[in-house]
């Protein structure tokens, strides 16, 4: 049996095979996903994402029913748009609800456990009148101002 060498991938995506076609549909997708987004604008466009294009149907999915509304409102303009701007053969936009679409986004700590060193103070001054566990336990949270 003879042993045949690996392609690169760029060479497997040239030509008109069907990997070919997935490469440039993808990129297509990419493209009217940024043109979408830069449409609607915030909020809107941080909770939404073009999934597919077929048939001359533009699938677009969103994170909860809220956005579909108000993507709704838009859609009309939006299909317009695209019409003119790069795809004549639109039929109709298709919005769907994908809830696993959000993502769960830390917020930064509005509030922080330091004190400043005057309140530092005041606490270890109450901490040594008051004496015992109850003292001992102010005086660790002084001990934060110093962080």
């Known amino acids: 049996m003879k042993k045949l060498k690996p392609k690169g991938l760029e060479n497997v995506a040239k030509g008109n095979n069907r990997l070919h076609q997935l490469l440039h549909h993808a990129e297509h997708i990419s493209t009217l996903d940024k043109q979408v987004k830069h449409f609607v604008g915030n909020p809107l466009s941080q ?24 993507l709704n409102f838009v859609k009309p303009a939006l299909t ?12 109709a936009i298709e919005v ?29 001054e109450a901490a040594e009148s008051i004496g015992g566990s109850l003292g001992e336990k102010l005086k660790r949270l002084a001990l934060k101002a110093s962080r």
């Open 80 to 91: 317009d748009w695209l019409r003119t701007q790069s795809l004549p053969m639109l039929a």
């Open 96 to 124: 769907k609800v994908n809830p696993q679409m959000a993502q769960i986004t830390k917020k930064e700590p509005t509030h922080s456990n330091r004190i400043s060193q005057t309140a530092a103070t005041t606490i270890c």
């Open 47 to 70: 909770h939404l994402q073009v999934m597919n294009l077929r048939d001359g149907v533009l699938v677009v999915a969103v994170e909860s029913a809220s956005w579909h509304t108000r």
